[in-house]
């Protein structure tokens, strides 16, 4: 499935979800209350960098509605805002660590290899 199929930044919800999760692309997700606008316009802002290419999906849950598949990550704290990769077809995800490095150069080392894939 073509990178294009999905708007530039995808909400996950009941209708999305599926398609978002198996596309064939790992989807980086911004878990967010819905309120937080600083982190949806820095998501739009990564993937219009990222379209080109066509790595990976972005998209925006909510992480009070969505806390029970956030659960389903050990590794990622879902009582706070926060990012991770998901790569469905693998199995496995990678976390930003709170505090870390800035997003865009994170999600560049996720793909080049360089962040310690969790496999689930």
């Known amino acids: 499935m073509s990178r294009t199929n999905f708007p530039l930044v995808v909400t996950i919800n009941g209708d999305t979800f599926g398609k978002a999760v198996n596309n ?3 989807v980086v997700i911004a878990a967010i209350k819905p309120s937080n606008s600083e982190v949806r316009d820095k998501m739009k802002v990564l993937a219009r960098r990222d379209k080109r290419t066509a790595k990976f999906v972005y998209a925006i849950i909510d992480r009070v509605t969505f806390s029970d598949w956030l659960s389903g990550f050990p590794e990622f704290d879902s009582s706070a805002d926060g ?3 998901f ?4 199995k496995a995800y990678w976390v930003m660590e709170e505090g870390g490095r800035d997003l865009g150069v994170w ?3 996720v793909r080049d290899g360089k962040v310690k894939e969790v496999r689930n």
Not at 87 to 90: A, E, Y
């Open 83 to 85: 990012y991770f990769v």
């Open 107 to 109: 999600i560049k080392d």
């Open 87 to 90: 790569d469905n077809d693998k």
């Open 24 to 26: 064939g692309m790992p």
